[in-house]
């Protein structure tokens, strides 16, 4: 399964509320997680089930969506979040989509 | 607390094998799937495989002619092998633990990821 996310580079300010999309190529019935890799390090769960917060995730963070659309909200954008996000389908096997980077304005 | 470490070859030439370790501590082998995802400059992240709690592995189809998962339950210890080695499999390895001892899984813990370079 296909899974597109966009935009692929995104600059914001910090406290701003910012909004990460993932489009999967068929219904993955909410199977859908969300990642953050700062550079360097490997990717951290943040939203499984598409929205459900990871234990020990800010709660500045959440996902919703349903069907092939999936979105991952950052309430208020704060300078550590900045990182490439990646979402994940887990319906049929797994794929991976090729991330947003977000960085701050 | 639950943790993985990937170690391996820094360093693989074209056609050879790689062989990377993943060992854990904090949570037992039987009662997760163990998954093993690579992440290259040309396709980015892609899931290679997976071990089940119980022992039988599946393997993205794409690597499935060339790629071997298996573990020591005894050491806490899982292991990739694939062969055939191109430069295109220039990357970061990582394993990570499915949240879920099931196919449809998000990946809860990630080891640091071992970086292999292939190259003559």
């Known amino acids: 399964i296909q899974m597109t996310q966009s935009p692929s580079l995104l600059s914001a300010s910090v406290g701003d509320r910012v909004t990460l999309s993932c489009k999967a190529g068929q219904n993955i019935n909410n199977y859908l997680a969300w990642y953050q890799q700062k550079l360097g390090e490997a990717p951290k769960l943040l939203i499984y089930n598409a929205n459900s917060l990871q234990t020990g995730i800010p709660s500045r963070f959440s996902g919703s969506g349903s069907g092939t659309d999936y979105t991952l909200t950052i309430s208020s954008l704060q300078p550590e979040d900045v990182a490439t996000y990646f979402c994940q389908q887990y319906n049929s096997w797994t794929t991976f989509g090729s991330g947003t980077k977000l960085e701050i304005k | 607390q639950v943790q993985l470490k990937e170690t391996g070859p820094g360093l693989v030439q074209p056609t050879q094998t790689l062989s990377i370790t993943c060992t854990v501590s904090g949570f037992s082998l039987t009662s997760y799937y163990m998954q093993w995802v690579r992440q290259t400059p040309g396709k980015g992240l892609e899931w290679m495989g997976f071990?089940?709690?119980?022992?039988?592995?599946e393997y993205n189809s794409e690597f499935k002619s060339r790629l071997s998962i298996s573990r020591d339950t005894s050491k806490n210890q899982v292991f990739l092998k694939m062969n055939s080695l191109k430069t295109e499999d220039t990357g970061v390895y990582y394993c990570?633990?499915?949240?879920?001892?099931?196919?449809?899984?998000?990946?809860?813990?990630w080891g640091q990821g071992v970086m292999v370079t292939v190259s003559s």
């Open positions: 990570a633990r499915g949240a879920i001892a099931a196919i449809s899984t998000p990946f809860d813990y």
């Open positions: 071990i089940r709690s119980g022992g039988s592995t």
